[in-house]
């Protein structure tokens, strides 16, 4: 109950209980009763329960398993009128499988059969009279349907003609928000059609109406999103004009690398899953792109993203470098995440997010299996990967006099990436414009543009590896035999301390490490703070030994990342000089992720000297800087490096130091390590410590998705167990 004074939403709406014959019709104008009608779990409540039987094997390893990373929703490619959701995980262990084994044949009142699994599923169905109904009646009663709900997904909507303008899924399990309409767009073919003559198309009337209804078709299997902004304003129906171009490209590209061969092809507008990304929507590109085939058992998957601009001669320049910009900004991003070195911890989410977002294509009739194949091994890293990235601009008017403006530019290629800035000027616009609608000559009106062709030719490889802890919980849940000894060396501490032991005073005496000791790959210490052999801190004389056994020696020169350091300090310095800037240097000091670099502050050289020449130096000399900061006599700048710099956590304890208060409780806990000066960075639950000030009583934990907060919270739980007693936690 809410009281009508308090100042609450839910206080401001007024709810009224209309019988069935008394509700509004659509009126003589073809407008509906009501502008939005809501569905909160009506379909979901509409589910039936029940038991279905799997017909794929899938025992995983324990330590690989991680449920909250499966999508529960099942494959319906031949049935768009059938929604499946798992009540678990799909993807089980092997004790798992027998608990629901067990708990299905008692449920069925049956005895469990080794060759059969079955898992608790709720489904729908729209062949449903009542369900059906219930859909078309919501529709027919408001312009837009806003519905909440697990269950019903927009391919069934889609498949009952109805448009879907918004969508919104949860990444695994959870409720999908879809905003959908069947209210015709008067407007929006108008308009579409208005831009198509603009263009002085050689195409009768009726081949431009069906040419502005085929591009209605083409946008909606992107995103309906792109229709209703269409629909609104002229400016937005060109815009709409410029995707679908540009997926037309993309569709003929995969078609011909295809040779003949089944390809599984999807669209996304990647404003829909901005939230994934953890960016705005103005800072991504628009299409996302993922073509899916099979040869001899090997699956292969293109990822094309586009940047699409569909704009005016006199607003060419500004669009060809925005369109570059947040071209390679998604495309960056892309890069890192599936092929990055070092491999990122959040690689297998970025694995499992793409293998869920597979899930929304349009699925041919007997393409099922192979969708369940290709999201099966894109999980575990099993594919081959090319990633690309197109940058299109299209310009629907010209200047008089002037050249053409067409263009193709190779903005990036390495290995497995490849991106390209393609410009079409009005009269190419015009010859691909007519070829979209004829079906035919796509390739001939590219061509034009210059001498590459990205059609020909995908360069493929494999995502990054693991990070090498989860690859060695891979290693030890098959039973490797190379982590044999990793095992005898976690059970003697086992069998030396109890956990969350703390130390005795007989254990303070600290052990020295082994002097030319080598530490593994994995543990090796970057170069960013060499420090010299020191012994763990006061955790016991098992937990001391297997820090100074994991970090032996102390850190280790890297000489490429050292030449790096002082090679990027010249060009700095050259580079400012060369400006007029009088730049001395005072400092340089390796950094995880690039190196600071010291300048001495003075009337010639000041902050924002630096910051508006920031451009020039990443054009033309190469040096990515991060931040400018202003210190007491000195500016500190940071430089990216080429590569990230793993810090080794054991480096970090054998480091660290301990915090105890009166009562003998550690509560200063180790985060990482400061990027400005290399000091350890201690989140202090008591008093100042190592340098920073309390954080008590409250800390904030806040980061984009991807970003490490649970691998952070996991480590500051180990933390506290390892430096406390557990009758203190």
């Not at 768009?80 to 044949?105: M, N």
């Not at 859909?135 to 408001?142: M, V, Y």
Request: net charge neutral; charged share 25%.
């Amino acid at each position: 109950m809410v009281s009508e004074t308090s100042d609450n939403f839910i206080s401001k709406l007024r709810i009224s209980v209309t019988p069935i014959s008394s509700t509004p019709v659509e009126s003589t104008h073809g407008f509906k009763a009501f502008d939005v009608a809501f569905l909160h779990d009506v379909v979901a409540r509409a589910a039936q329960s029940e038991w279905l039987p799997v017909q794929w094997t899938n025992d995983r390893a324990n330590l690989e398993h991680a449920p909250s990373r499966w999508s529960y929703r099942s494959v319906s490619g031949e049935n768009e009128l059938k929604s499946t959701t798992f009540l678990t995980c799909p993807w089980q262990t092997a004790s798992g499988w027998a608990y629901v084994s067990a708990v299905g044949a008692v449920c069925r009142q049956t005895d469990d059969s080794p060759e059969q699994r079955f898992l608790p599923a709720r489904r729908i169905s729209l062949q449903n009279p009542a369900l059906a109904g219930m859909i078309k009646d919501a529709h027919e009663l408001a312009e837009w349907v806003a519905t909440y709900d697990e269950l019903l997904d927009k391919r069934q909507l889609q498949h009952n003609n109805i448009t879907v303008v918004r969508y919104r899924r949860g990444s695994t399990n959870g409720r999908n928000m879809i905003v959908s309409s069947t209210s015709e767009l008067r407007l929006l073919g108008v308009l579409v059609r208005r831009r198509l003559n603009e263009l002085n198309l050689q195409l009768g009337s009726d081949e431009i109406w069906s040419t502005a209804e085929k591009a209605k078709r083409d946008a909606l299997s992107i995103s309906g999103d792109i229709v209703l902004r269409a629909a609104k304003r002229g400016v937005s129906a060109g815009e709409m004009i410029g995707l679908v171009l540009s997926r037309c490209l993309l569709a003929e590209e995969f078609k011909a690398a295809a040779n003949g061969r089944q390809i599984l092809t999807a669209y996304f507008l990647l404003d829909d899953y901005a939230s994934w990304l953890s960016q705005h929507e103005s800072r991504i590109a628009d299409i996302l792109a993922l073509n899916v085939e099979e040869r001899e058992e090997a699956v292969r998957i293109v990822i094309s993203i586009v940047e699409s601009k569909y704009v005016s001669a006199d607003g060419l320049a500004k669009a060809r470098r925005d369109s570059r910009d947040q071209l390679l900004a998604t495309l960056g991003m892309f890069r890192e995440a599936l092929f990055g070195d070092p491999g990122r911890l959040d690689r297998d989410v970025w694995l499992a997010r793409l293998a869920d977002m597979l899930m929304d294509a349009e699925i041919p009739p007997g393409m099922t299996g192979l969708m369940e194949r290709a999201r099966s091994k894109l999980r575990e890293g099993d594919v081959e990967i090319s990633l690309r990235g197109y940058s299109h601009v299209y310009v629907h008017t010209s200047d008089a006099g002037s050249a053409s403006a067409s263009d193709q530019d190779l903005l990036e290629v390495t290995s497995a990436v490849q991106a390209w800035q393609e410009v079409f000027d009005r009269p190419d616009l015009r010859k691909l414009a007519e070829a979209y609608a004829k079906g035919s000559g796509i390739y001939e009106a590219r061509a034009r543009l210059g001498s590459h062709k990205p059609w020909e030719g995908h360069a493929f490889k494999k995502p990054a590896p693991r990070v090498p802890w989860l690859a060695a919980m891979g290693q030890l849940a098959s039973g490797d035999a190379g982590v044999q000894e990793a095992e005898a060396v976690e059970a003697s501490v086992e069998e030396s301390i109890q956990p969350n032991a703390a130390p005795e005073p007989s254990d303070l005496a600290q052990e020295p490490a082994k002097a030319g000791a080598k530490p593994p790959a994995s543990a090796s210490a970057p170069t960013y703070a060499p420090s010299p052999a020191v012994s763990p801190p006061n955790l016991g004389k098992a937990l001391s030994a297997l820090v100074s056994r994991k970090f032996a020696g102390g850190a280790q020169a890297d000489v490429e990342r050292d030449a790096w350091a002082q090679e990027v300090t010249k060009k700095l310095k050259a580079a400012l000089n060369s400006y007029g800037l009088q730049a001395s240097i005072l400092g340089t000091r390796l950094t995880p992720n690039g190196c600071l670099i010291k300048l001495a502050g003075s009337d010639r050289l000041r902050v924002e000297d630096i910051e508006n020449k920031r451009m020039q130096l990443l054009t033309t000399h190469a040096i990515n800087l991060v931040t400018v900061q202003p210190k007491p006599g000195e500016i500190v700048v940071t430089v990216a490096g080429a590569k990230r710099q793993v810090v080794s956590l054991w480096e970090l304890w054998s480091r660290r130091e301990l915090n105890r208060n009166a009562a003998g409780i550690n509560t200063s806990f180790l985060l990482g390590l400061q990027e400005i000066n290399g000091a350890l960075l201690y989140l202090n639950l008591g008093s100042e410590f190592g340098g920073l000030s309390s954080h008590d009583p409250h800390s904030l934990v806040a980061g984009a998705t991807g970003s490490g907060k649970s691998v952070l919270i996991q480590a500051l739980l180990l933390d506290i167990a390892a430096t406390n007693r557990k009758e203190l936690v």
